[in-house]
């Protein structure tokens, strides 16, 4: 049951304002105009792009994140997603639910391949056999340079 704590949903411009508040506790540099424009100019009407929330069924935003489809090297068409804001729940319900999301949407769109672009912290509680099980691998490993004080 607890695979359904948690709801993927897309939202739109006109929800830009509920989704805020979260992105302001993890952006606050972000104004409210700012995520405005950004959720406006992430949608797109052929549903190649946009804009996913995570949220219980009382409606509260648990996390958002961007998609989009990409062209890979090897001109494989991907669905990447990127994690914007996402408060931290114990154990991996947040994941899971953006894995069943991530996979019924590129089944939907007709792409073989989902790429994760997550917070470290957001894969901390799986392991491989987990991730498996769950439908996805380890493939890739970002590295960002730190400004050195």
């Known amino acids: 049951?607890?695979?359904?704590?948690?709801?993927?949903?897309?939202?739109?411009?006109?929800?830009?304002?509920r989704a805020y508040q979260l992105v302001a506790m993890f952006h606050p540099d972000i104004s409210k105009?700012?995520?405005?424009?950004?959720?406006?100019?992430?949608?797109?009407?052929?549903g190649r792009r946009g804009l996913v929330v995570l949220e219980d069924a009382r409606?509260?935003?648990?996390?958002?994140?961007?998609?989009?489809?990409?062209r890979s090297l090897r001109d494989e068409a991907t669905l990447?997603?990127?994690?914007?804001?996402?408060?931290?729940?114990?154990?991996?319900?947040?994941?899971?639910?953006?894995?069943?999301f991530?996979?019924?949407?590129?089944?939907?769109?007709g792409l073989p391949a989902v790429l994760l672009d997550l917070e470290p912290v957001s894969v901390a509680t799986f392991d491989d056999r987990s991730l498996a099980r769950a439908g996805y691998a380890l493939d890739r490993v970002t590295l960002r340079a730190c400004p050195r004080s």
């Open 59 to 70: 409606g509260c935003i648990h996390a958002i994140f961007a998609f989009a489809v990409q």
């Open 102 to 109: 991530a996979g019924r949407l590129a089944a939907e769109l």
């Open 80 to 100: 990447q997603i990127s994690e914007l804001a996402t408060a931290r729940l114990p154990g991996s319900v947040p994941m899971r639910a953006l894995m069943r």
């Open 1 to 17: 049951m607890t695979e359904d704590i948690l709801q993927a949903r897309r939202i739109g411009a006109a929800e830009a304002g």
């Open 33 to 46: 105009a700012q995520w405005t424009r950004y959720l406006r100019s992430f949608s797109a009407k052929d």
